[in-house]
């Protein structure tokens, strides 16, 4: 029987990064409906499919298309300064502590318009866009009040009414203390969690709360009066934990049954084991590692060792990773970190996904999720991982449109 589909790619071969089934597929297929995939396998194996649209590939790659599970892509400002500032010697913590830092993104960001935000946050959008990407997560966080908290958020909605990609949306309204008030943080995460939070969940503005576990940022107690309001509100929620030091905060995010634990470079095996145990995705931020010229190198061995699954993002923002390139990070966490080719194009799809919660939709090439394809001009997946500077992309497909062939 011929079933009728919207469109087929063929004559491509395929790297479908699913959780045990052949990946890298020759001769391959992929075939969407009402903006889903309905097969993606073998020629041999296609079932006969009448198609009004008909994409012959010529052998390219087709992947799952990317996914920056981390970003702070919504903000106003930069901080170039800062940056000469690091050339010169000064730390993250001493340009921080100097009311530089989060504070000065939070001063440019208060004083923009939503409408700014959204045209000055489309470039940087644009760029993801134009590597394959076609989900990417934006964070709150350069408010640190409710007004701007939201105004944040609602741009970062209107930036995937703009474009065809799919945003998803994170408060982080606890990344650091606001400029006017700052002493006492338990009296600032009490207005996080019984004024701000509150109020982005009733308008329906962040799928999942961040915070910022650290000496420079928040307790674990006060990170778990955050988490704890999260779960009442239900909202899934995810932590920067351990960049600078070891609070634990990767433990905390595997008690709270976290989405991701993020940073982690100064994770315990004990830490890794409770993510494990916990379902808890671990995602890589080498720009961050790059920019501030870390040495501690996150636990990957111990990850590997307990099963934690692995995510890379270009935690894209002003301060740490003004980082606007997908591929690149993946680059960085190969050398950086020594992930394998594999576990590299995994952290960007699938495990991603993952990192998102929304592996059941996205990030891997499967009949039933979204049809959101990145189509190469490369001769082996490798590729994607060890080139700087290049960008091989040939088509974008996002919900089964495929974009401008480059």
């Known amino acids: 029987m011929t079933q009728k589909v919207d469109r087929v790619w063929s004559n491509a071969r395929l790297l479908t990064v699913a959780a045990g089934g052949p990946n890298n597929i020759e001769g391959g297929v992929v075939a969407c409906r009402a903006g889903r995939i309905v097969y993606a396998g073998s020629q041999a194996d296609a079932p006969a499919m009448d198609a009004p649209v008909r994409t012959d590939c010529d052998g390219r790659w087709i992947t799952p298309g990317l996914i920056d599970c981390h970003t702070h892509l919504v903000y106003a400002g930069d901080r170039a300064g800062e940056f000469e500032m690091r050339l010169e010697g000064a730390t993250y913590e001493q340009i921080s502590k100097a009311g530089g830092g989060i504070a000065s993104t939070v001063r440019a960001t208060r004083a923009a318009s939503e409408d700014t935000l959204v045209r000055q946050s489309l470039a940087r959008l644009d760029r993801l866009l134009a590597e394959g990407v076609t989900t990417v997560e934006i964070k709150s966080g350069y408010g640190l009040d409710t007004e701007t908290e939201a105004r944040m958020l609602r741009a970062a909605r209107k930036l995937g009414a ?71 509100l239900g909202l899934a929620v995810k932590l ?167």
């Open 162 to 232: 703009a474009r065809d990609v799919s945003i998803r949306t994170t408060f982080l309204g606890a990344h650091a203390m606001p400029p006017e008030s700052p002493g006492d943080k338990d009296a600032y995460i009490a207005r996080v969690c019984e004024e701000m939070l509150p109020a982005i969940a009733r308008e329906g503005l962040a799928d999942a709360v961040d915070g910022f576990c650290e000496g420079i940022a928040f307790s674990p107690a006060q990170i778990e009066r955050l988490f704890s309001v999260a779960g009442r």
């Open 240 to 406: 920067h934990a351990d960049q600078l030091s070891d609070l634990g905060g990767a433990a905390l995010a595997a008690r709270h049954r976290a989405l991701s634990a993020d940073h982690l470079e100064w994770t315990s095996e004990a830490g890794a084991a409770a993510m494990a145990a916990a379902g808890t995705v671990a995602v890589l931020l080498p720009g961050a590692f790059y920019v501030l010229r870390e040495t501690r190198l996150p636990p990957v061995e111990a990850l590997r060792r307990h099963g934690v699954p692995i995510a890379v993002s270009t935690d894209c923002n002003p301060g740490t990773s003004p980082m606007t390139s997908l591929l690149l990070a993946m680059n960085m966490a190969a050398t950086f970190f020594r992930l394998t080719v594999a576990e590299c194009i995994a952290g960007v799809t699938r495990e991603a996904a993952r990192a998102l919660g929304i592996a059941d939709d996205a990030g891997t090439l499967e009949a039933g999720k979204s049809c959101n394809l990145a189509i190469w001009n490369i001769e082996q997946p490798a590729e994607l991982v060890y080139q700087i500077g290049f960008n091989p992309l040939h088509a974008r497909v996002w919900h089964g449109t495929q974009s401008e062939e480059s």
